[in-house]
């Protein structure tokens, strides 16, 4: 997928609070909405998009790991198309220059400020469409009322062409281990919650450690 897979989410009951900023690892190829992380050079960089949920582990410091705001692109591919915000050229808001030519408060060419949302925080919310089957094969059943309080996986499904990208996988998340999606409501297309009984299109969730 990629542009907005998972968006940050305000709410009058919650929402955005805190948001972390860092210069970008020079040559990455990230979308807003898709997983970053600030590694141990002080540096913003993607997360691996390798079919498999997200865990603690693949995090230089868990609280340095979020959904990134603003971010470079990539170029088209097959598993990266146009319709999904790949392949154009993408301008960083606040130099109005290309990732690759800006610098703005990096300090190096081609590491301009990235901005994201941190992963952690209860009272953080979130809001995906992207709903996957347990395992992180494909598209899972769609969400339903009964979904609130379970607490699922975020995976990136790339075993597709092209790749369906981040989102919450219907498998269990497991505390220590995974960074775990817990869903507070079910939204339907109108952005109105869901009866227990009712189905959605997405789920909104917190991200906890």
């Known amino acids: 997928m990629g542009y907005w897979d998972i968006r940050p989410f305000s709410h009058r009951r919650g929402g955005v609070g805190t948001v972390h900023r860092a210069p970008m690892t020079a040559a990455q190829g990230f979308l807003p909405g898709e997983v ?10 993607a997360l691996h998009k390798d079919g ?4 603690i582990a693949d995090c230089a410091a868990p609280f340095t790991c979020g959904i990134a705001i603003n971010g470079p692109g990539a170029a088209a591919s097959a598993e990266l198309v146009a319709a999904d915000g790949w392949g154009r050229l993408w301008i ?3 130099s109005g220059e290309t990732y690759a030519n800006s610098s703005y408060k990096g300090g190096a060419l081609g590491s301009p400020l990235i901005w994201y949302v941190p992963f952690g925080d209860q009272d953080q919310l979130f809001i995906t469409d992207n709903i996957w089957a347990a395992g992180g094969a494909g ?18 499904v790339s075993g597709t062409t092209p790749d369906l990208g981040w989102g919450v996988e219907r498998t269990a998340g497991v505390a220590g281990t995974d960074f775990v999606a817990t869903v507070v409501d079910v939204l339907n297309a109108r952005g109105e919650s869901v009866s227990i009984a009712g189905t959605g299109v997405s789920f909104v969730f917190c991200v906890t450690i």
């Open 139 to 156: 598209a899972g059943a769609a969400p339903t009322g009964a979904d609130r309080g379970d607490q699922f996986q975020l995976s990136y």
């Open 52 to 55: 498999n949920q997200l865990l």
């Open 92 to 94: 960083h808001p606040d």
């Open 36 to 45: 970053v992380q600030t590694v141990a050079a002080g540096t913003v960089t």
